[in-house]
């Protein structure tokens, strides 16, 4: 059985059911796969820590010994409760057959039937054995995949563990840390942890952005995408205030010259999904705009043509080149070049 939405996930991680006896969770972000791991391997034992009635196998550990799987889940609990058997595997399995195998014993009663087979893994694809055999298993089995965290599963992370500890954020200040933060679990978790103390764990303080700056800071490479942004928009005045900004926290021309590239290359990619047949939401969507710029993008995509942005490649790697020559202006070179671009798009009616 494979649960892929996030209330069933909820619902068996909260209660694994004595029915099942193996789970397969795997995906890019391990921090969210052991998280996960984590809560059934506390649902499927009284003590996961135990190292008599839990196992814990790696790849190097069934690449060096095949059928040691089947031999762990043969084995009987010392104390007579259920067995834990924890493979900690990574994108690539080296005995993949040979876990095919085992767990299709294990569905079938073959070996101890009181052992829970949890199995965590790396980004698995489609040609993987044990995916498949436990997929398409009716019973007993259940592989979850995970994915990154969308924004609004980080905003719900950070409110739930906030609201834990008696803290809080304001809506444009829970927007901004959101923004800030990657999308890999365990670094998410991390830097949560990190900003319960800032706050003051219990002080029932409600932080807004300004209270924040010491927690966040100001990135220079924010700035630069800030003004890349507003460049293409047409925002002359806001694009240079970005640039500069960045600049004085240290940003080089080159780097700006990137981050404009970038834009150009968003907005490229977005026409060219468009051109196919793509809506431009969902264009902008592929693209990896953030949910608070999209109406922005969106003004931009629906204005700028491909033979537009195609016709501003030479100035940007001229600017890039100009940049990178020993001694020269290359501030100011960046900036003529965002201004440049801002003023076309303001001819253009942005």
Not at 76 to 100: C, E, T, V, Y
Request: charge should be neutral.
């Amino acid at each position: 059985m494979i649960l892929s939405k996030r209330p069933d996930i909820d619902r068996f991680l909260a209660r694994p059911g004595d029915d099942v006896r193996a789970a397969l969770i795997y995906g890019k972000d391990r921090g969210i796969v052991r998280e996960r791991a984590n809560l059934i391997a506390a649902k499927s034992t009284a003590n996961p820590d135990d190292p008599f009635d839990v196992s814990v196998l790696t790849d190097s550990d069934l690449a060096q010994d095949p059928a040691r799987i089947v031999d762990e889940l043969s084995a009987q609990s010392l104390m007579g409760g259920r067995r834990l058997i924890r493979l900690r595997l990574g994108d690539k399995i080296a005995a993949d057959k040979a876990l095919a195998e085992a767990f299709k014993q294990h569905a079938e009663g073959l070996l101890n039937p009181a052992a829970f087979l949890l199995i965590e893994a790396g980004n698995l694809g489609r040609e993987s054995g044990l995916r498949k055999v436990m997929e398409a298993a009716k019973t007993g089995a259940v592989v979850i995949p995970c994915y990154e965290d969308e924004t609004g599963d980080i905003a719900r992370m950070v409110r739930d563990a906030l609201s834990t500890d008696k803290v809080g954020l304001t809506s444009d200040a829970l927007d901004l840390v959101v923004a800030r933060l990657p999308k890999e679990r365990g670094v998410v978790r991390q830097e949560i942890e990190r900003l319960v103390l800032f706050l003051g764990p219990g002080s029932g303080v409600t932080a807004t952005p300004a209270d924040l700056m010491g927690f966040v800071g100001v990135e220079p490479d924010a700035s630069l995408s800030d003004a890349a942004f507003d460049a293409f928009g047409g925002r002359l005045g806001a694009a240079q205030a970005g640039l500069r900004r960045a600049f004085m926290e240290g940003e080089t021309g080159p780097a700006a010259v990137r981050a404009i590239g970038y834009q150009l290359t968003r907005l490229r990619k977005a026409l060219t999904l468009v051109q196919s047949g793509a809506g431009v939401q969902e264009a902008a969507k592929a693209c990896g705009v953030f949910w608070k710029q999209e109406r922005e993008f969106l003004r931009q995509a629906r204005v700028w043509t491909l033979e537009q942005l195609n016709s501003l490649q030479p100035e940007l790697l001229s600017a890039d080149r100009a940049c990178k020559t020993t001694g020269s202006p290359d501030l100011l070179i960046a900036e003529r070049l965002a201004l440049s671009i801002a003023g076309r798009a303001k001819r253009l009616g942005l």
